[in-house]
């Protein structure tokens, strides 16, 4: 799915776009785009409204934290965001959805 132009996702923050039905986050850190669903892995509520400081988002409900780059929880280690891949050509930035 193509989703967005690559300048439309600010350097190190996010864009909160819907892909095939699906809310998600696309992050931009250091160059590289990455993609998740738009759900806090603790009880599913939307990211998007999260700050952001260093790469890491915090779930403006109950404060999980989230490393922007790999979905890996530094709150609770053994759960993560849901990744989706991603493919930038040019300033295209295509998702591709995880079943």
């Not at 996702?9 to 998740?36: D, H, K, T, Y």
């Not at 599913?44 to 409204?49: K, R």
């Not at 922007?68 to 998702?95: D, F, K, M």
Request: glycine share 12%.
């Amino acid at each position: 799915h193509l989703v967005c132009r690559l300048d439309e996702i600010p350097q190190g923050g996010i864009s909160a776009v819907v892909v095939g039905g699906q809310n998600v986050i696309l992050s931009r850190q250091e160059g590289v785009v990455s993609c998740f669903q738009n759900a806090c892995a603790h009880l599913g509520m939307e990211l998007d409204g999260g700050s952001i400081e260093d790469g890491i988002i915090t779930c403006p409900y109950h404060g999980f934290r989230y490393d922007l780059s790999s979905g890996e929880c530094l709150t609770a280690p053994e759960v993560a965001l849901q990744s989706h891949a991603v493919r930038v050509i040019g300033n295209r930035v295509e998702v591709r959805l995880s079943s």
